[in-house]
Nanobody, 126 residues
């Protein structure tokens, strides 16, 4: 079982950027990785993800062109670069993983992933 630790959250003004990191306890290359976010009173939503080798990346429409996911398997770390941030991006962001080949964003939107970090809060002020 892999353990995930997010970092990099904080307070930023609208239009600004943040980079979140997620470090895995095990061999990250064994896992497809994703980022999800949750606001109070709502379900946790898929934001985007990356396949085990980093060859496939998918994002939800609301972040396409602004967010970019990358991974460094040698460092067992996945990143979420967030640019042009909007107040509606305010949420707790969670890193997630699963030990399967990439299933596609439709799957993750519906079923999530198997392993979760504890989350890091991102607040975007207007």
């Amino acid at each position: 079982q892999v353990q995930l630790q997010e970092s990099g959250g904080g307070l930023v003004q609208a239009g600004g950027s943040l980079r979140l990191s997620c470090t895995a306890s095990g061999r990250a290359s064994d896992y497809a990785m994703g980022w999800f976010r949750q606001v109070p009173g709502k379900e946790r939503d898929f934001v985007g993800g990356i396949s085990r080798a980093g060859t496939v990346r998918q994002y939800v429409d609301s972040v396409k062109g602004r967010f970019f996911i990358s991974r460094d398997n040698a460092m067992n770390t996945v990143y979420l670069q967030m640019n042009s941030l909007k107040p509606e991006d305010t949420a707790v962001y969670y890193c997630a993983a699963e030990g399967h080949p990439w299933r596609g964003s439709s799957w993750y939107l519906k079923y999530g992933m198997d392993y979760w970090g504890k989350g890091t809060r991102v607040t975007v002020s207007s």
